[in-house]
Structures are given as C-alpha cells and as structure tokens.
C-alpha cells in the first residue's frame, strides 16, 4: 500500500538537488521506507546528469525552413518533368517495338509462315556446288540464315567465301547487295553455317555467293560462286 | 511530439509522396539538432544550413527505402546528416582557411556523446515552457526551490509539484528519441 497516493511533494527536489539541507534530510528519511519512492528515485535520478550534458539552444535561422521546402518543391518539379520525359521515352520505344513485331509477322509471312523458306543455290558454272539457305525471321532482330554446303571447294589461300542477299537491281559498279556473312567450307566441302542479317528479303529477292580476297575491304570484288534461281 | 511509430508513419507518407505538412512536422522536429550538429562538426553557419537542407532533401528523395523494422527515423536521419557532413566538410570550398573547430568529431570518435547533447536538447525543447522553464533553472544555477519560486513569482508548492511533472516529461521525453540512462 502506498504511503501517499500523490507523489511525494520533495522527490524532484531531491532528485534535482534543490532541496534546503534539513528537507532532504526529511526526505532520505521517508525513501527508506517508501518503495514506491525509492523505485521513482532511481528512474529520474539520471536525468540531472542528461541535463547537464543538454546542448545550448541552436538558433536556427527562421527562414531556413521556406528555403529548404522551397529547394524539395524545386528539385519535385523537375523529377516529375524527367518523369513525363522517361514516359514518353518507354510510351515511344513501345510504339518502335510494335512497328517491329508487327513489321517481322509481315515479312515472316511472306517468308511462308514460321516454317522459314528454304533457297537452293546452284552453281554457276554448271558443277556440283550447291548451299542451300534456310530463311526464318525469328523476330524483329533480323533474318537467321541456316546455311548448309556441299561439294564447294576450298577457298584458295587469301579468299573467303561471302553469301549476299541480291537486289534487283545490282549490276557491277552499281551495287545493290547486302552482306550475308562470310565462310569456309569444311575440307569435304560441306558444313553448316548459322548467320544473322537485317536484310528483308523482299527487298533483296536474291542471293548469291561470291568468292572475295579477305582484304579487309567489305565491297562485293569477287566471282559468283553460286547463285539462286532467278 | 511524435513517438518513433508516429514518425515512421510520417516518413511514410512522405514515400507515398506528399512532401507537405508530413515532412514539414519532421523538420521541425529535427532541424534544430541537424544545425547544431552542423555548427559544432563543420564549424560555419552556412555549411550548418546546407548540412539540414541536404538531409531534408535527401530525407525526402530516400523516404520510401525507410524500412522500420531496421530501425528508427531518427537513427535514419542522423546517419544520413552524418554522411553528409563528412562530404560537406570533405568539400575544398569548406575550408578556405583552416581546419574546423571539430574535425576530430566529424570522423566519428565524440559524435555519439554529441548527438546525445542533442537527444537532450530536442526533449527539452519539446517541454511546456512552464516545465522547461522550472527544470533549466534547476540545473543551470545554484539556486533551491525556494528561490526558484521566488524567481518564478510562484507558490513554492507549485515549483515542487511542477518540477516533478517537468522530469516525468522529461524522461519520456528523452525515451521517445530513444535515449538510455
């Protein structure tokens, strides 16, 4: 049972040590026997050391506040403009991507569907070599080119193979062909190649094979080696 | 005075992206203890100034990365200013002259018993007055309750009844910026 309901009228004195000599004298005398008290005592008696310990009032400059809420309301604006830039990018990159998809089902479907299309290539001057080019447009990267060899010679030493798609109309010094890739037939003269092109078939109808000098030049020089049917 | 929940609720609202009367109560909860950091670890006024306008913007900006589960908005804000102070002071332009008064301080040895200067101040400055009042002339003077009244120009059951509801105040107060004894 408590000793006094309310809290004993010298216990922050005492704590705070504010009290005249013979009252805390008095007041020592009623912790031993109040643990109630004493329980109090011990809960605040290190708050006199943490007010010591109190950092001097800062005066903040009154106007501070304004100036840094004014500084977040700027800084907002401008990130809510980037943002409406960086949606406006995504919105413009998703209208690209959909012209693309759209642009690769069409050309897929002139290709002859997901099959691909498949092209013989003969060659040109009447002997065994033969590729045959499997075209499949897997996407909006492009075309990929399966290309299986047979019977061709082995270029000779400084030359390369290079497969083109043809344009209409290409003629020599008028180019109108784009570069398919270039390879080597296995010592069989067979082999399989998988190359990767941009070219829409549509546009370029044809291809061919040339034999091309590796001198770093990407201009069609050489013979055709094999060519499709027209 | 918000308890640590309020304030992450605040800090919350403030991630949901209103950067009005939520972040408007934060500062005006921390920007006294973020200037006198600013004074006493850089030593200038106006590094003191951009060190509480670089928090609060970067309060703002990082407010949705507050997780309370890891801990409190203030140990959130006064890690922050503490980063920010040594880039402040790290800056050429912050020392034209000499090194300032706390260089020491910045590094980290003495900023613990500093930011609890600060705790102290911030529950102080979060009292009554009539409670700030009757604690601040207990400690910072030698005077006994009765001359405290006497200042006061109050009953002296008054001063003893007050000074037991100031420290109560008091040490709620300091618990709610999560002081320790």
């Known amino acids: 049972v408590p000793e006094h309901l309310a809290p004993h009228p010298d216990l922050a004195g005492y704590v705070l040590g504010v009290l005249e000599p013979e009252e805390a004298e008095a007041f020592e005398a009623h912790l031993s026997g109040c643990p109630d008290c004493r329980r109090e005592v011990a809960e605040l008696a290190p708050l006199p050391a943490a007010l010591r310990e109190a950092a001097p009032p800062a005066a903040v400059p009154p106007d501070l506040e304004a100036r840094t809420f004014a500084r977040i309301e700027r800084e907002a604006r401008s990130s809510r403009r980037g943002a409406r830039l960086r949606w406006a990018g995504l919105a413009a990159a998703a209208v690209i991507v959909l012209a693309l998809v759209g642009f690769g089902v069409a050309r897929l479907a002139s290709n002859g569907g997901p099959a691909g299309e498949r092209i013989v290539l003969a060659a040109a001057d009447g002997g065994q070599a033969e590729a045959v080019v499997h075209v499949t447009a897997p996407g909006a990267v492009g075309r990929v080119i399966e290309l299986r060899l047979r019977d061709l010679p082995q270029a000779p030493k400084g030359y390369h193979y290079e497969l083109w798609f043809v344009g209409p109309g290409d003629a020599p010094g008028r180019p109108d062909r784009m570069s398919a890739g270039t390879f080597h037939p296995d010592p069989g003269g067979g082999g399989t190649a998988r190359l990767l092109v941009a070219a829409p078939p549509p546009r370029f109808p044809g291809l061919d094979v040339t034999l091309e000098p590796t001198d770093g030049n990407p201009r069609r020089e050489g013979p055709v080696v094999l060519r499709s049917a027209p | ?181």
Do not use: C, N
């Not at chain 2, 309020?6 to 950067?19: F, I, K, R, T, W």
């Not at chain 2, 600013?38 to 006024?45: A, E, I, M, N, S």
């Not at chain 2, 705790?119 to 009042?133: F, G, N, W």
């Open chain 2, 1 to 181: 005075v918000e308890s640590a929940a309020d304030e992450a609720e605040l800090l919350a609202q403030v991630a949901e992206g209103d950067h009005g009367p939520p972040l408007v109560a934060l500062y005006r909860h921390y920007h006294g203890s973020l200037y006198a950091l600013g004074l006493r670890l850089l030593g200038d006024r106006g590094l003191a100034e951009e060190l509480v306008q670089e928090t609060f913007v970067r309060l703002w900006r990082t407010a949705d990365r507050f997780d309370p589960a890891r801990g409190s908005v203030r140990s959130y804000v006064f890690t922050m200013a503490r980063r920010i102070a040594i880039d402040l002071w790290r800056r050429p332009s912050s020392r034209p002259f000499e090194a300032p008064v706390d260089a020491e301080a910045v590094g980290g040895a003495g900023i613990d018993e500093m930011l609890s200067g600060l705790v102290v101040r911030e529950a102080l400055d979060s009292l009554s007055p009539a409670h700030r009042e009757v604690l601040e002339l207990s400690y910072d003077q030698d005077l006994r309750q009765a001359d405290i009244a006497a200042r006061l120009g109050l009953p002296l059951g008054t001063v003893k009844t007050r000074s037991y509801y100031a420290l109560r105040a008091l040490r709620l107060a300091l618990e709610e910026r999560g002081w320790r004894a």
